[in-house]
């Protein structure tokens, strides 16, 4: 399990440029999803049809949030974390 871990911390830290775009799509994702809310607030009439958009335009704002995460952890966490990894692996070669 450790290990599987560890692999999936090397690769998603070792690209920065889809970190990046990991970060960018969960941003418009959220983005999307808030916007689906004030849609279904201002404009539909009060209605189970209007509280069924509201809840998909939650989890698609939760869908981004989460997302966005991921891509942020990338591009930090899991960075400086592949990159004392390298230096491990350099240090002991």
């Known amino acids: 399990m450790r290990?599987?871990?560890?692999?999936?911390?090397m690769k998603l830290g070792n690209s920065p440029?889809?970190?990046?775009?990991?970060?960018?799509?969960g941003g418009l994702l959220f983005v999307f999803g808030v916007l689906v809310l004030m849609v279904s607030d201002r404009v539909l009439n009060e209605s189970l049809?209007?509280?069924?958009i509201a809840l998909f335009g939650l989890i698609l704002?939760?869908?981004?949030?989460?997302?966005?995460?991921?891509?942020?952890?990338s591009?930090?966490?899991?960075?400086?974390?592949?990159?004392?990894?390298?230096?491990?692996?350099?240090?002991?070669n």
């Open 17 to 25: 440029k889809l970190a990046l775009i990991k970060m960018i799509q």
């Open 75 to 92: 591009m930090s966490v899991l960075r400086i974390y592949h990159m004392l990894q390298k230096r491990d692996e350099d240090d002991a």
């Open 49 to 52: 049809s209007q509280e069924i």
């Open 61 to 73: 704002a939760s869908c981004g949030v989460i997302w966005t995460m991921a891509g942020y952890l």
């Open 3 to 9: 290990e599987k871990i560890h692999r999936l911390a």
